[in-house]
């Protein structure tokens, strides 16, 4: 059985920094695509950033030069370090993984998903 499961959420205040982790038990990373995913109250869930199964990164327009996505093929995790966070960012965060070398923008695309980690920013 296939769990993700992510670590590092917490609350913080505006400018300040988080690194969220996500780590797979019952398969591995290495080759396969991983976004991160986030959700606020009343609203869809939503891509933030993702790494293709052969390293290539995404970002949402929002987080770019904020947020950044990589792995570390020898713990075989994948992160999401997130700088400067801004009171919008507040949101659970999701990991998610599916069979694919290419990074879907949609969350019906994957397969995989954590059970999520709240990130709460302050003003």
């Known amino acids: 059985q296939v769990q993700l499961v992510e670590s590092g959420g917490g609350l913080v205040q505006a400018g300040g920094s988080l690194r969220l982790s996500c780590a797979a038990s019952?398969?591995?990373?290495?080759?396969?695509?991983v976004g991160w995913f986030r959700q606020a109250p009343g609203k869809e869930r939503e891509f933030v950033a993702g790494?293709?199964?052969?390293?290539?990164?995404y970002h949402k327009d929002s987080v770019k030069g904020r947020f950044t996505i990589s792995r570390d093929y020898a713990k075989d995790t994948v992160s999401l370090q997130m700088n400067r966070l801004e009171p919008e960012d507040t949101a659970v965060y999701y990991c998610?993984?599916?069979?694919?070398?290419?990074?879907?923008?949609?969350?019906?695309?994957?397969?995989?998903w954590g059970q999520g980690t709240q990130v709460t920013v302050s003003s």
């Open positions: 998610a993984s599916l069979n694919a070398v290419v990074v879907p923008l949609r969350p019906r695309e994957y397969d995989y």
């Open positions: 019952g398969r591995t990373f290495r080759g396969y695509a």
């Open positions: 790494i293709s199964g052969d390293g290539n990164t």
